[in-house]
């Protein structure tokens, strides 16, 4: 008998289930084909960019080449050795012209994204901006210096993609308030820079763009978020960049590619018109911060946004001009100091760093004065790590709706989209084993209730206030501390996020801290680290002491620190290390 006749001869109800078993197969197979037809529609959505992106970067070299064939005669090498405050001078006295210094940056910028893999996009309306600049009598602060810009913050015509697909496609129709105030002051923006997916990592690399490699070598991350700024300034690409940071991701690419850049304190700059997976999120403090060669070049960036025109475009941000006083003054300071967190064991060349620079600053007439963290565990699980995700990462893996996981942020989104139950539990299990990285599965559950996210708030605001009593109770005036490096090889940011220790709790006190390279590693440094143990000895130790293997003269830098609206302060104290440190040999 056939299988049909049989199911003919059968009981109604029986064919009723030969139906519903056709039924079930059909929606599987449904399902399937659904998940096919959504991953083919991401693909091409990546395609489209990509594509949109080539074009893009075959217009600029054309544009570069007309520019070029206009200005005959541009000493190219010459306008790219000169420091950001030599070309602001030569290009407001009229010795060079905005087209040969912008035309001498895209052609540079082009050669570096050809090695490392760091534009996103070329800022096209920079023809028009060198036109009006032409036009203008008054020239600002920035007149005619070539800007990169984090992929993240929003340009007129230009998508701000984040490395996820679901903003692909979401043309701007303005500048944001950062990127108006920089044209204002006659800066000319000219190309957007690679970031991870999400921005939530530090490393560098995204299924659309790719992978940004360190121009220093290219088995190094150039660290994250803001890696595509940190490799194109690095590269010779950009002499000033605008990157963001909610866990170090300006000081971090700063530290791995031996930049300087600055976090200022939060709400000091305009954060209107940026794109972010994590709108909303108010327990830890994002910023957007100037990315630089060194320290005056951040001075005069923030001189330069910190003008009347940023405070009528943002009411929000306090009417606060740069003082100048404060950041030229040569008065002793009182440095705090720590050589380690207590979290991370920091690496022998991070530790010898800040060693080498309290020196430094000892022998050049400043008082130093030792800081031991209050309650480091507390402050990166509770404060940190739980405000960050307070929902648990919910907004965070609902961005990845839609799109396909960058293997680099793989590990990061598994733990993520576990259920909190499942988080809790394995917390349990690890407890034991693994402390460190069991509390941090519990923070990762996020706090549960508005009640619970009120709790957590107050708690940011006690510790803060119990950190400043402490810097008051010492007389600080800043404080000098480690910055995580140097640069980790490709993989490992993503499976270490909670190495943002160094960085992250400068977020969570919403203080301005900076970064400034001091030295490079050495084969002592190397050396010891074979001997690295970490605090902990778990998993965690074991990565990082590998992150950072294979960098023997790779920059390495520290942090600079002052209290809450004291930018100027921080940056000053930033070019006293600065200064100090070219003083001598880097490799130390």
């Given at each position: ?145 070539p800007i990169s810009i984090k992929d993240h913050i929003d340009c007129k015509g230009h998508i701000s993609s984040g490395g996820m697909v679901k903003f692909l496609g ?404 930033m070019k006293e290390v600065e200064t100090l440190a070219r003083g001598v040999k880097r490799n130390v």
């Amino acid at each position: 008998m056939t299988q049909d006749r049989l199911w003919q001869v059968l009981d109604p109800s029986w064919r009723d289930l030969r139906a519903l078993s056709a039924l079930l197969c059909s929606s599987a197979a449904a399902v399937v084909l659904l998940k096919w037809l959504g991953r083919r529609q991401v693909q091409q959505k990546m395609d489209e960019a990509r594509r949109s992106r080539h074009l893009a970067l075959e217009r600029m070299e054309k544009a570069a080449r007309r520019l070029k064939q206009e200005n005959p005669g541009t000493q190219s090498l010459h306008i790219l050795s000169l420091t950001m405050v030599e070309l602001a001078e030569k290009l407001k006295e009229g010795s060079l012209s905005p087209e040969s210094v912008l035309y001498s940056y895209m052609d540079k910028a082009l050669e570096v994204n050809r090695e490392v893999n760091c534009v996103t996009d070329f800022i096209h309306g920079c023809e028009d901006q060198l036109q009006k600049l032409k036009k203008k009598k008054e020239k600002g602060l920035l007149y005619g210096i070539p800007i990169s810009i984090k992929d993240h913050i929003d340009c007129k015509g230009h998508i701000s993609s984040g490395g996820m697909v679901k903003f692909l496609g979401q043309v701007k129709e303005e500048d944001s308030v950062i990127v108006q105030v920089l044209k204002h002051q006659g800066g000319i923006p000219f190309v957007k820079t690679n970031i991870p997916q999400t921005m939530i990592n530090y490393d560098c690399s995204n299924l659309i763009f790719g992978q940004t490699l360190n121009p220093l070598n290219p088995q190094k991350s150039p660290g994250g978020s803001s890696g595509g700024e940190g490799a194109l300034i690095a590269g010779g690409g950009s002499i000033l960049g605008i990157g963001s940071d909610v866990a170090g991701s300006i000081r971090l690419p700063s530290s791995f590619c031996g930049l300087c850049g600055l976090k200022p304190t939060g709400n000091r700059i305009s954060k209107q018109g940026v794109v972010s997976p994590l709108i909303g999120m108010q327990s830890v403090t994002g910023m957007l911060g100037p990315m630089a060669r060194d320290v005056d070049s951040l001075a005069l960036c923030m001189k330069a946004l910190l003008c009347q025109e940023m405070f009528q475009l943002d009411p929000t941000v306090p009417p606060i001009p740069f003082d100048e006083q404060v950041y030229t003054s040569s008065q002793p300071l009182r440095v705090g100091y720590y050589e380690g967190d207590g979290y991370f064991q920091p690496s022998p060349s991070m530790k010898r760093a800040v060693q080498h620079t309290r020196k430094l600053l000892q022998d050049a007439g400043h008082t130093l004065v030792p800081f031991a963290l209050p309650k480091i565990d507390y402050v990166v699980d509770e404060l940190f790590t739980r405000g960050i995700f307070s929902d648990g990462a919910a907004h965070l893996v609902d961005c990845f709706k839609g799109d396909i996981v960058d293997p680099n942020l793989k590990s990061q989104y598994n733990t993520y989209r576990l259920p909190a139950l499942v988080k809790r539990i394995l917390a349990v299990i690890l407890k034991p084993i693994y402390p460190r990285i069991a509390r941090d599965l519990g923070a990762l559950c996020g706090v549960g209730s508005a009640k619970n996210l009120w709790d957590q708030h107050a708690a940011v605001a006690a510790y803060r206030t119990e950190f400043i009593s402490k810097w008051r109770e010492l007389r600080l005036d800043v404080m000098l501390c480690p910055a995580l490096g140097p640069a980790f090889n490709h993989g490992y940011a993503g499976k270490l996020f909670a190495a943002t220790s160094y960085t992250n709790l400068y977020n969570v006190l919403n203080f301005p801290a900076g970064v400034v390279p001091v030295s490079t590693v050495t084969r002592a440094d190397e050396e010891e680290l074979k001997h690295y143990r970490g605090h902990y000895g778990d998993l965690w130790d074991r990565r990082l002491k590998e992150a950072v293997s294979g960098a023997v003269g790779l920059p390495v830098a520290v942090q600079c620190v002052a209290l809450p609206w004291q930018d100027e302060l921080c940056l000053r104290f930033m070019k006293e290390v600065e200064t100090l440190a070219r003083g001598v040999k880097r490799n130390v």
